[in-house]
């Protein structure tokens, strides 16, 4: 009767404890739930609903959920989230930072979907970040070039017009500076990096290059110094940005008419045309006035500007895989990708380039898509961007800090961390 | 403080304050002990497994992890290898770990300086109150300490945003401080610890201002009346009688704010993002963070994290010391 009792209050003191203990997870696709995790508000609502509804239709036993992340700190919360069991199935991840999880076997293999997916139609430069060691692990989503932003009004007010070399952009925003004081005559708040690579890259610089086994960090080179000083005058004459702001929500300036030109991926065009009563509002009064076109390069026609954009894998702990495959084939299908092009981004498949249409932007992004390029192509990449010390170089760029010694003190830090 | 039933009253002896008692006699019944046998334990075993698998366990994993090479690879599966003490002789050659520490203790001591003066103040004020204020100024309080860090980083960030936020617009319009017109406030690092100091200071006030003021109700009113009646003035009376008994609260909440805020992670984190410079504002929770997590050298993050641990953990014993001598008294 006592140990009976001793049982039995362990056991109730046992229960109360075991509230959280969930059931245990079937392998069976009954009732199935598929989790794609998509990375900021790039993807358009009509793409979702596309892959949710074709998802249920072809496998009416299972759903799909798409919950969307934010990119900062993206590389950390995939490192935690896809090593748990509890792992989303498919994600997107910037084709910077593929290279990080693909080597480190975050990704289940897809070499033999290749063709399925799109096989030799796929972006080239995508394939590649997505790829490890011979093997095929994520897949490009799509691409996005950074275009620049400007207001026609402004631009005309100034006696400017849309300039044909990267000397004549700067000096046709240190101008509209000028002549609008407080304004922003390019907007660049301090942490924004991507934009700094054109000035690099232009000017002959590189961020780092391969050197044998080792990774040779460029930034304090003669060329590229030249073209971090050129982000230094911009920064300093043309932007009333915050020195040490982030670049999200580049729409506010825009629409309260402090910022007059600025340079951003392509999609930006739609959170400047939001509705004014958006949850983002933006200024769809400004349509006729909003005008677009790809950075020009030195030497005239487009620069080579970041070749932002994304790639989309399964997770190596999905517990679905072959569902998760067939999600993926409906995102990089033809309808779903159709979706991006019409909505300014480049589509993952080269077929697909005439979706973007022929307008302004899209003659733009065709131009700037051209001559992307991309980071260097090293698996601890994603980490230089994780432990922001290029948000934290040009910050300090834009305060007025000493270019040449900037530049080389982060040299140091970016071999550290290509190279450990 | 423990009270032995010898049935007799204990003796005034000579010693102030010592009161003799018999040593209790060969046939005094011994107190009833065993009363219920195993059952406090059996009611305790499921907590204590439980306690050991949550605490303990990643504790052993996180001391394990920070004696081995472990990057993001590791953590998709690859066997990890042993380096041993690699790792803490990395961090400890490492001038930038240094720098963080000093870091963190300064700003730690500044934040629980302020937030213990501005917590007794408040809770001193609020045994003064009225009950209609007292009841507004609690509430007011409850909220802000119930309010998220993540949340309450975000508000005051957008307060105090460069371009838009309402300090630079209230002192630039009403004040006329031109020069803080688009001025940022993180961008400095010493502006920048201002900011987060502010958030923390914050966000732990009411903690102790609360605590503080349940142990003021409990101070004998008599006794301060009578020092009262002896002519001692409103901080005298405070220093020499209701700092003496509140003692053991004012140490625990000192170092619950110190233990804290060296760990101090969201604010700091948040603000980051916002503005500021990475590599000149990280203190010892965002370092851990960026090491592992971010940055994927789980290893060296370990050891770091390691190495804090133990600065609490001597911390924490400090104030164990303290207050089991407290109740010996």
Known sequence: ?420 | MTTVDHGLDAAPSAIEGERLTAPPGPNTPRPRRRRGGLTPYTLLTPAIIVLALIVGWPLVQLIVTSFQEFGRAQVFGAPPEWVWFENYANVLTDPVFYGVLARTLAFTAVCVVITMLVGTLIALMLMRLPKGFRMLLSVGMLLAWAMPALTATVVWGWMFDTAYGVVNYVLVNWFGQVEYFQHSWLIDPLSFFFVAGIIIVWGAVPFVAFTLYAGLTQVPEEVLEAAQLDGAGGFKRFRLIVFPFLKPIFLIVTILQVIWDLRVFTQIFALQDIGGIRALTNTLGVYIYQTSIAGGDFGQGGAIAVITAVLLMSISIYYVRQVTKEEEL
């Open chain 1, 1 to 420: 009767m006592r140990k009976l009792g001793i049982v039995a209050l362990g056991a109730a003191a046992a229960i109360t404890l075991a509230g959280c203990a969930s059931g245990g997870t079937g392998a069976s696709d009954e009732g199935a739930e598929i989790r794609v995790w998509l990375v900021g508000t790039d993807t358009p609502d009509e793409a979702r609903d596309y892959l949710k509804t074709t998802f249920e239709k072809d496998h009416p036993d299972a759903t799909l959920v798409i919950e969307e992340q934010s990119w900062d700190g993206l590389v950390d919360r995939l490192t935690t989230s896809l090593s748990g069991s509890d792992s989303p199935d498919v994600v997107e991840v910037g084709n910077t930072q593929a290279s990080a999880f693909t080597s480190a076997g975050a990704f289940l293999d897809l070499t033999e979907h290749f063709d399925d997916l799109g096989g030799d139609d796929l972006l080239p430069g995508f394939v590649e970040a997505g790829s490890y060691d011979g093997k095929f692990y994520a897949a490009p989503l799509y691409s996005g070039a950074r275009l620049v932003f400007y207001k026609k009004d402004a631009l005309a007010a100034a006696g400017l017009s849309v300039p044909s070399t990267l000397d004549e952009y700067i000096a046709n925003g240190e101008a509209l500076a000028a002549a609008n004081p407080g304004k922003s005559g390019i907007w660049w708040p301090g942490q924004d990096w991507y934009n700094a690579l054109p000035y690099i890259w232009e000017n002959g610089g590189e961020v780092a290059v391969p050197d044998g086994d080792e990774w040779d960090a460029q930034l304090s080179s003669p060329e590229s110094i030249a073209g971090l000083e050129q982000v230094q005058r911009v920064m300093t004459n043309a932007s009333a940005a915050p020195k040490d702001g982030n670049e999200t929500s580049p729409e506010v300036g825009f629409c309260d008419g402090t910022t007059l030109q600025l340079s951003a991926p392509s999609w930006v065009k739609w959170s400047i045309l939001a509705p004014a009563d958006a949850e983002a509002p933006g200024c769809p009064d400004q349509e006729q006035n909003l005008g677009v076109y790809a950075l020009p390069g030195m030497d005239g026609g487009a620069a080579q500007v970041f070749a932002g954009g994304s790639n989309i894998g399964v997770s190596a702990k999905s517990a679905h895989p072959e569902l998760a495959i067939d999600a993926l084939k409906i995102i990089l299908s033809d309808g779903f990708q159709t979706i991006y092009g019409e909505n300014g981004l480049v589509p993952a498949k080269l077929s697909l380039a005439d979706t973007l249409g022929t307008d302004e932007v899209a003659q733009a992004i065709a131009a700037a898509a051209g001559n992307a390029k991309l980071t260097p192509a090293s698996p601890n990449w994603a980490d230089v961007e994780a432990a922001g010390i290029l948000q934290d170089l040009f910050v300090k760029i834009a305060q007025g800090g000493d270019v040449a010694a900037l530049a080389a003190a982060a040299d140091e830090e970016i071999e550290a961390i290509l190279n450990s």
